[in-house]
Each structure stands twice: as structure tokens, then as C-alpha cells.
């Protein structure tokens, strides 16, 4: 029982087992409802396109083990921010891929997010590639 050993898990991922702990019973069976409404709206998206091209993050990847970053004068975790844009299709459960594409003058990498209907991750990993190749990276 995992729960039991807390001492397996990373101290990031044992922080948020324990924040999800707290959380009451009525807070979970709300989530679910706004979830299975935000799958409904999905459902409807998808029957205009065929696949959805957004920023995989807010910035482009920051240094290995910032902790923070600035992103319009705001001070936020690194972690937070770099999941914004890819936590709704987690939890919707819409099948997503991050693919390069660009590069800072800094050199660091940007990356654009596609995303698909359910079951179609066939389509979505071809659209990426042929994006790839049409990239040049």
C-alpha cells in the first residue's frame, strides 16, 4: 500500500497525494461534473476539426532546475506554469502530443501542443509528424 510508504514517492508528488488528501468528498463529485460538461464541449469541437494546434507552454523551456519563472511581470512555479496548457487535455482525457517547434533567440526550445478526439491518436501522431517534417527541426 503505497499510501502507507510515503518515502517511495518524490517530495513533489508526495506533496500533492497529500494536498489531494484534504480535499472533501462534495469537491471531488463537483470536478467530475464540471469534467464530463468540459468533455461535452470537446465533443462538440471536435465535430468542426480535426485536430486543435495550441502553445504547449506559456514560455519557452526554461533552464534545467529553475524553480520559478516570470511570465508577464507574474513570479509562478516552473512546474505550474509548464502545465498549464497541457493539464485540460489530462484531465479530459483527449489524446495530446508537444512537438518542437521554434527555438528562442536564446536557443531554447518552444513547443506547440496538438490534440485530437478520443481514439483518433493515429491521426493526431501522423499530423505531428508531417508537421515535423514541414518544420525543417
Do not use: K
Not at 30 to 45: D, G, T
Not at 52 to 78: F, K, M, N, Q, R
Not at 95 to 122: K, Y
Request: aromatic share 6%.
Amino acid at each position: 500500500d503505497l499510501a502507507n510508504r510515503p518515502e517511495v514517492f518524490g517530495e513533489d508528488v508526495r506533496l500533492l497525494l497529500e494536498q489531494g488528501a484534504l480535499l472533501p468528498a462534495t469537491a471531488y463529485i463537483n470536478a467530475q461534473r464540471l469534467r464530463r460538461r468540459m468533455q461535452a464541449e470537446f465533443a462538440r469541437l471536435w465535430t468542426g476539426i480535426d485536430v486543435l494546434l495550441t502553445p504547449a507552454t506559456p514560455t519557452a523551456a526554461p533552464p534545467l532546475a529553475t524553480p520559478v519563472i516570470s511570465i508577464h511581470g507574474e513570479i509562478e512555479d516552473t512546474r505550474a506554469a509548464a502545465t498549464r496548457f497541457t493539464r485540460c487535455f489530462n484531465v479530459l482525457g483527449i489524446p495530446a502530443i508537444s512537438i518542437p517547434c521554434g527555438f528562442t533567440s536564446d536557443r531554447f526550445p518552444i513547443g506547440l501542443q496538438l490534440s485530437a478526439p478520443g481514439f483518433e491518436e493515429r491521426r493526431l501522431l501522423e499530423i505531428a509528424c508531417a508537421t515535423e517534417r514541414e518544420l525543417h527541426l
